[in-house]
């Protein structure tokens, strides 16, 4: 008898959370993983790194024990001796009271992020961090930027259905790699060029697979897509391509607004992108000339110290043309807003308390350095309590978050099913489940499908849950909260039916739960989110950000980036590589495999230029930092961009430092977000 397939859900960073199915060799084996055909966005594809599951979790290097750090930071698995679970979690409980006796409740810093997108097993932490009162985290590492451009327009964070986009004449791939970063996208635009010959545009600094695929490809300036979509819209309102009764009638249209974009010419725009006039004008001439088009908003936007204005001002086109009147027109950046969860269980927002400090955690250096810029009046961070994310390579100025976790008054207790970096620095280090070891439900931010997953193998070893740890410290720390006393399913449970959804079993049974809008809603046919239900070609940056004071009033390029000078001529971009996922990944045979090494792209013309080879050493650098990798020539971007793609471990450059070194901590207007695209760096031959 065959092994039997069950169901499950990708808990990845990826907007796509696909609907899985994974062969189950025995309690403790999976074998293959795929996609369900029978989800209609998944459709049957999911990504290679996610089909070779079995490599990343049948890994010989998974952590299977509780530890505790007996040697030096930094040094790896050496440097831990084995512990039993009731010995860390007392060492850790511990620890923790003694902090907060010393220095208050604040000086805990519970830190997590996206390495699991499961509501469970991502945002439980904040009921442990709520309850006692801990420091709050703003999460600013991935949308912030996005969402601000986003709302700042439309009011609301939802878009397309995006399986309209087989109803799509034209698809606008902006900002995004989806062949790389979530393939799904691709089954779609497929689909639309085969059925209808849809034309396919792609708008990215370099290029990448998915602009091989384009009809026409758009290598902006990174950082400089405000300008193309102004000059966009100045083409198509002079050649009588925009359809001015939707635009009166659904936006705060005016004659300023007219004025305004009359002067972003493409020839004002050819300078700032670093497109040619006839580039700027074909886009524009083509978008206007398809009704039914449908502009896919990719994360590349948040991550410009500019990026809110520029997705506002990419947004503009779908407004300006009415595309939204028709099946398959508008745009989609997210969907997130359309899920109905209320969160209070799982996140113990009950017992939030709003006026304990709140720390971006994109500044996790500077937070750990003692800057007083976050710290202001309140106590140092000395204990912190890590699940779901790998800071030491993920977070800008990682020199700094180096620097910080050394401190010796510094404890770190970090839950992983790796010896990442960040765990190699923690005091204790907890062995963790993968989402095929535990419950969880999921939103898809890039579809429209609630799913709950359940175990398809028992847990590895002593692998605990992020739940069945937040539970049992808050045993051990005196947190009380109901959902302290539950299990991961009847939180679930729970959780839906506060939120007026079907009962946990039932969505799974059903294997979904989809929560499309109807046509009217999701087309903003009745309104969109603002009090006017306009769209907002001049945003109320105030509403959105307390740093609005230097937004633009009206689209156009906002000129903030940190721009290519003489000493650091090249803009930098630190792609996402195609099968590692931020930093997971990064272990498993098949994407080392793919991936090879650290490695910058450069144009043909600067290598010349700089006497560089193809497999050259190089160093790159600015103010913060610098590092070295190798140097491939590659002729799909401007002379003065240069990509790498990651996030490599920072061990796996020359001498121990990682793109993130080079990247600011400074927070992104109107209201934070960190600039991952946004850095001038020198290059040199070593
Ligand atoms: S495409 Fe994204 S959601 Fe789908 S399997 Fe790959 S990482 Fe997971």
């Not at 040697?71 to 850790?92: M, T």
């Not at 705060?252 to 497109?275: C, V, Y």
Request: net charge negative; aromatic share 8%; with cysteine.
């Amino acid at each position: 008898m065959k092994p039997p397939f069950v169901q499950s859900t990708c808990p990845h960073d990826c907007p796509s959370t696909c609907a899985l199915e994974v062969e189950r060799l025995s309690e403790a084996r999976i074998g293959k993983v795929r996609g369900a055909k029978a989800n209609s966005y998944t459709a049957g594809v999911i990504c290679a790194k996610v089909a070779r599951y079995s490599e990343r979790v049948h890994h010989p290097d998974r952590l299977s024990k509780p530890l505790r750090r007996v040697g030096e930071k930094g040094a790896g698995r050496e440097a831990f001796e084995e512990i039993s679970w009731d010995q860390a979690l007392d060492e850790v409980a511990e620890n923790l009271l003694q902090a907060e006796q010393r220095l208050g409740a604040e000086t805990v810093w519970p830190y997590f992020y996206a390495g699991t997108m499961g509501l469970v097993q991502r945002d439980g932490i904040e009921r442990l961090r709520h309850a006692k009162g801990y420091s709050r985290q703003y999460s600013t590492i991935c949308h912030t930027l996005a969402d601000a451009g986003w709302l700042a327009g439309h009011g609301v964070k939802r878009g397309l259905d995006p399986r309209e986009m087989a109803q799509s004449d034209l698809i606008v791939i902006w900002g995004g790699n989806p062949v790389s970063t979530q393939v799904n996208v691709m089954t779609h635009v497929a689909k639309a060029r085969k059925t209808r010959g849809a034309k396919l545009v792609v708008i990215d600094p370099y290029r990448t697979g998915t602009a091989e695929q384009a009809d026409l490809h758009l290598a902006v300036k990174p950082g400089t897509d405000g300008a193309l979509a102004a000059a966009a819209v100045n083409v198509m309102l002079a050649e009588g391509l925009a359809d001015r009764t939707y635009m009166e009638r659904q936006s705060d249209w005016d004659d300023e607004l007219e004025a305004h974009f009359a002067q972003r010419t493409p020839e004002w725009a050819s300078e700032i992108t670093g497109l040619s006039v006839e580039e700027i004008v074909s886009f524009a001439r083509l978008f206007g000339a398809h009704k039914k088009s449908f502009i896919r908003i990719g994360y590349g936007f948040s991550r410009s110290r500019n990026g809110a204005a520029n997705l506002h001002a990419a947004t503009c086109l779908s407004i300006v043309t009415g595309a939204w009147q028709y099946e398959g027109g508008g745009a989609l950046y997210s969907n997130g807003g359309i899920f109905p969860i209320d969160a209070t269980l799982i996140e113990g927002l009950d017992v939030l308390d709003p006026d304990v400090r709140i720390f971006d955690q994109s500044r996790l250096g500077p937070v750990l350095c003692n800057d007083p810029r976050d710290l202001g009046d309140g106590p140092p961070v000395t204990a912190l309590f890590i699940q779901n994310t790998n800071p030491m390579v993920v977070c800008p100025e990682s020199l700094k978050v180096r620097q910080g976790f050394e401190r010796d008054d510094l404890f770190s207790c970090v839950h992983e099913q790796f010896m990442t970096e960040t765990a190699a620095m923690a005091d204790v280090v907890l062995p963790a489940t993968t989402f095929l070891e535990h419950d969880d439900i999921y939103k898809g931010g890039g579809h429209t499908h609630l799913q709950i997953a359940r175990p398809v193998i028992e847990p590895f070893a002593e692998c605990r849950s992020n739940h069945q740890v937040i539970c049992a410290l808050a045993n051990r720390l005196g947190a009380e909260h109901p959902g302290f006393e539950m299990s991961e399913w009847d939180l679930i449970d729970a959780t839906l039916r506060a939120s007026g959804l079907p009962s946990a079993q039932s969505v799974y049974d059903d294997r979904w739960l989809d929560c499309a809008l109807d046509f009217e809603t999701a087309h903003f046919s009745d309104g969109f989110g603002n009090d006017d239900k306009r769209f907002h070609f001049k945003p109320d940056w105030s509403a959105i950000g307390v740093d609005h004071a230097d937004m633009p009033r009206m689209p156009g390029f906002m000129d903030s980036i940190d721009a290519a000078k003489s000493d650091r001529p090249f803009r930098l971009v630190a792609a996402p590589a195609r099968t590692f996922l931020n930093t997971t990944f990064t272990e498993t045979p098949g994407s080392l495999k793919r991936e090879q090494r650290p490695t910058v792209l450069i144009h043909p013309e600067a290598c010349k230029r700089l006497g560089i080879s193809d497999g050259d050493k190089v160093r790159m650098g600015n103010e913060l930092a610098s590092i070295t990798l190798h140097a491939e020539t590659f002729d799909g971007l401007q002379h003065n961009v240069v990509v790498v793609e990651s996030i490599w471990p920072n061990s796996a450059f020359e001498d121990g430092i990682g793109i993130n070194a080079l990247v600011s901590a400074d927070p992104g207007p109107p209201r934070g977000g960190a600039v991952f695209h946004d850095t001038a760096v020198w290059i040199e031959i070593v």
